[in-house]
């Protein structure tokens, strides 16, 4: 079945250090793409999404770019900062009937100063 | 604009108790979603609503009921807890724009416990 894998956490890193997080996806179809984010004590929240092949999505200055050659959806950015400290979730969705969201198991990020 | 609310935030209950979380959410969305959260397993798709009056079965549906009496509220029920409903829940909710595309807005979660 569909289903959103990502690396392991928990990521630690100094606060500027580049991050990168990976995500592949498996999916009969062409899925959209999401990454959230959950800050401590928080609900999720949309940190950016792609709904389509070579698609780029971007905010607050994470990064990822939708490649459907290696199914992959993979969050980056340059130069991380403590209040990025959180859990970062992967996730993919069709259209038409099907009304679900699959998330990846969430990677912990913990920037220290 | 509160967005999505839910009450309570926290609950302990007995093996057998029942309860009933409640979801409510402002920005007139058709689409909400109940959501449990375990460690190592992402967030799992409980039951979800299209609209006032509907409901259907996501995931993992078993032990668990809905109502959707209102459009602004989506109640998740308990009738029988058991330990391995411990979880944290979270409610979410969406417009009408399409599935692809729309963001789900999600609650604050709700951590509950069952001795």
């Known amino acids: 079945g569909d289903s959103v894998t990502q690396m392991e956490g928990p990521v630690t890193l100094s606060e500027e250090a580049f991050l990168t997080i990976n995500c592949t996806y498996t999916a009969t179809g062409y899925p959209s793409l999401f990454w959230y984010v959950q800050y401590p004590g928080e609900g999720l929240q949309l940190l950016l999404k792609a709904t389509k092949a070579d698609d780029k999505g971007s905010n607050k200055g994470f990064e990822a770019t939708y490649r459907k050659e290696t199914t992959s959806f993979h969050l980056e950015k340059g130069s991380v900062q403590v209040s990025d400290s959180a859990v970062y979730f992967c996730?993919?969705?069709?259209?038409?009937?099907?009304?679900?969201?699959?998330f990846g198991t969430g990677t912990l990020l913990a920037v220290q100063p | 604009n509160a967005g999505v609310t839910q009450t309570p935030k926290f609950r302990v209950l007995k093996t057998g108790q029942s309860m009933t979380l409640l979801c409510a959410q402002d920005?007139?969305?058709?689409?909400m979603y109940w959501y449990r959260q375990d460690p190592g397993m992402g967030l799992r798709l409980i039951h979800y609503?299209?609209?006032?009056?509907?409901?259907a079965k996501g995931e993992v549906p078993d032990g668990y009921n809905v109502s959707r009496l209102k459009k602004q509220n989506f109640l998740l029920g308990l009738e029988s807890a058991a330990p391995s409903q411990t979880s944290v829940y979270f409610c979410?909710?969406?417009?009408?724009?399409?599935?692809?595309?729309?963001?789900?807005?999600f609650g604050p979660g709700t951590r509950l416990t069952v001795l």
């Open positions: 920005m007139n969305h058709e689409y």
């Open positions: 979410a909710s969406r417009g009408l724009a399409g599935v692809r595309t729309d963001t789900q807005y």
């Open positions: 996730a993919l969705i069709y259209g038409g009937a099907t009304n679900k969201l699959i």
């Open positions: 609503s299209v609209g006032e009056g509907t409901t």
